[in-house]
């Protein structure tokens, strides 16, 4: 059955620090990958999304996330966290050839001032 | 444009109770989804439909129902509410697979149901 495992739970970064959120999946075939973001009492919001090709995605406000599949990975980067980003943020998988999609437990992101 | 809308927004049941929670999209989109929201668990999907008159089970169905009676629309019913259906409620919608935009799914702002 298909996963998503995002490891840490919450994370704190400076504001203007670099930020790196990891996601691991479990699903036989390529899969189509995304990141949506979540902010307080908001529905969630795609950030980018992986379908094939390039491995590195760019998506919204900034942020990137690279395919790795010798590593079962879609990892977010931003290289500068802004106090907005603040959010909660989920990671997940949808088979090619199905109709759903699974999220991983969320990452909540902290930025400090 | 209103994306996709839920109704009520917040809703507090007594245990055994009964309620359904509408959902409604103007994208014309195929599919349709309701998730719940627990802390520390992510979304897990409840119920999904691909298609006007036809629904499936997700992840945790025991304790729901849903209708979709006209595409736009996508109702979850709780027949006899429990406390471990406190929770918050997200509706989604996607385009068919294959066509333009598929896959990516727009949610609602939530339904925060509370059950005492």
């Known amino acids: 059955a298909q996963s998503v495992t995002q490891p840490d739970i919450h994370i704190t970064v400076s504001e203007g620090a670099s930020l790196e959120l990891r996601c691991n999946y479990s699903?036989?075939?390529?899969?189509?990958l995304f990141w949506y973001v979540q902010s307080p009492g908001q529905g969630l919001q795609l950030l980018l999304k992986?379908?094939?090709?390039?491995?590195l995605v760019q998506g919204i406000k900034g942020f990137e996330a690279e395919f790795k599949r010798s590593q079962s990975s879609f990892n977010l980067r931003k290289p500068s966290v802004h106090w907005s980003d603040a959010a909660e943020y989920f990671c997940?998988?949808?088979?090619?050839?199905?109709?759903?999609?699974?999220f991983g437990a969320g990452t909540r992101l902290f930025v400090k001032a | 444009n209103a994306g996709v809308t839920q109704t009520p927004k917040f809703r507090v049941l007594k245990t055994g109770q009964s309620m359904t929670l509408l959902c409604a999209q103007d994208?014309?989109?195929?599919?349709m989804y309701w998730y719940r929201q627990d802390p520390g668990m992510g979304l897990r999907l409840i119920h999904y439909?691909?298609?006007?008159?036809?629904?499936a089970k997700g992840e945790v169905p025991d304790g729901y129902n849903v209708s979709r009676l006209k595409k736009q629309n996508f109702l979850l019913g709780l027949e006899s509410a429990a406390p471990s259906q406190t929770s918050v409620y997200f509706c989604?919608?996607?385009?068919?697979?294959?066509?333009?935009?598929?896959?990516?799914?727009?949610f609602g702002a939530g339904s925060r149901l509370t059950v005492l």
């Open positions: 989604a919608s996607s385009s068919r697979t294959g066509s333009s935009g598929a896959n990516v799914l727009t």
């Open positions: 699903y036989g075939a390529t899969p189509y």
């Open positions: 992986y379908f094939s090709g390039d491995t």
């Open positions: 997940a998988v949808r088979d090619t050839g199905g109709f759903k999609t699974i």
């Open positions: 994208m014309n989109h195929e599919y």
């Open positions: 439909s691909v298609g006007e008159g036809t629904t």
